[in-house]
C-alpha cells in the first residue's frame, strides 16, 4: 500500500480531520518500513501502525512534545529522581521489542 494511502486510512480510522499529524504517522510509516526493509506496506499493518500512531497521540497529550525526561516522580528531601522505565520516548516514537517481535513476520532480508 502506498505512504500516501497509508495516511489517508489511518486518519479516516482515527477520525483525524486536519494534517496536524501527517508526519507522525509517516514516520511510523517510514520505521516500520526501515525495519522490515520494505517499499511499501502491506494493508494488514495497518492497524500496527494506526495503534502506533494513537500511542503517541496519547503520550503527547499526556506529557506534551516538549518533555525532555520521562520522570516518574521527583522526591525534593534529599533530591530522588525516579525515572520511567516502562513508557519513554524512545518506546512511544521508536520501534520497542515487542513492536519488533510483532513485525518479524513481514521482514524482509536485505539484498
Known sequence: MLTADLVKL???????ENDAKDLAISDVIQEVMNYCNLTELPEVLEP????????IINYELENGT????????IKEGD????YNENVTKETVYGLSKNDKKRLQEFRRTRR
Open 10 to 16: 489511518i486518519k479516516v480510522n482515527l477520525k483525524i
Open 48 to 55: 500496527f501502525i494506526r495503534k502506533k500512531v494513537q500511542t
Open 79 to 82: 533530591t530522588s529522581i525516579t
Open 66 to 73: 516538549a518533555s525532555v525526561f520521562d520522570v516518574k516522580s
